[in-house]
């Protein structure tokens, strides 16, 4: 939304969707994890957006992303086949929620030219205007009148349970201390 209304049309999964590439849509960018796979072939920038990998964690874990098949309460989610594509699951909803965080941030940082933390919006702003310049500027004017976009106060969504695990409850492993990595060199606690 920020960047739609700085200039930049962008949607969210509206180009790169569980169901693959969708051409036709007459935007310039999109805001998609299934983007990953197809930036490099495409030759498109790409921005990193990332957020503290334990919440990623937790998230997947209160939506049941990795809970085996067999166990899936609903008829099973596109975006989890798409994500089956890439990633071999061991059953462990936790090992393989804290695996995908490691190894999906790992892929994003190869096929992007920066990283911005979800919540920072001037790097985004300034990221994006690498890409389109005059993104900046008109970014800040549009967030004029409501400075707290994208903000944990204008969270449209909640989740039942949103703390599954702490960092003391993941096993004492090479994914757990390559998550580790990831949050202090992301810049979180």
Not at 98 to 107: A, F, G, M
Request: aromatic share 10%; net charge negative; with cysteine.
């Amino acid at each position: 939304e920020l960047l739609s209304m700085s200039g930049v049309p962008c949607g969210h999964e509206e180009v790169f969707t569980p169901f693959g590439l969708q051409r036709g849509a007459d935007l310039v960018g999109d805001a998609s994890w299934h983007a990953v796979p197809f930036v490099v072939d495409l030759g498109v920038p790409a921005i990193h957006l990332v957020r503290r990998p334990l919440d990623v964690v937790n998230s997947f874990l209160a939506i049941g992303f990795f809970r085996p098949w067999s166990e899936q309460r609903v008829r099973p989610r596109p975006a989890r086949r798409f994500a089956d594509q890439y990633f071999r699951t061991t059953g462990d909803e936790v090992r393989d929620s804290v695996r995908w965080c490691v190894e999906w941030n790992h892929w994003c940082e190869r096929v992007s030219f920066t990283r911005v933390k979800v919540d920072d919006i001037d790097a985004l702003l300034a990221a994006a205007d690498r890409a389109a310049p005059g993104v900046r500027d008109a970014g800040r004017a549009a967030l004029a009148p409501s400075p707290t976009t994208n903000s944990h106060l204008e969270q449209h969504y909640r989740v039942d349970d949103p703390q599954r695990v702490t960092l003391a409850d993941l096993p004492d492993d090479a994914t757990t201390a390559a998550l580790l990595d990831l949050t202090a060199r992301y810049g979180f606690d």
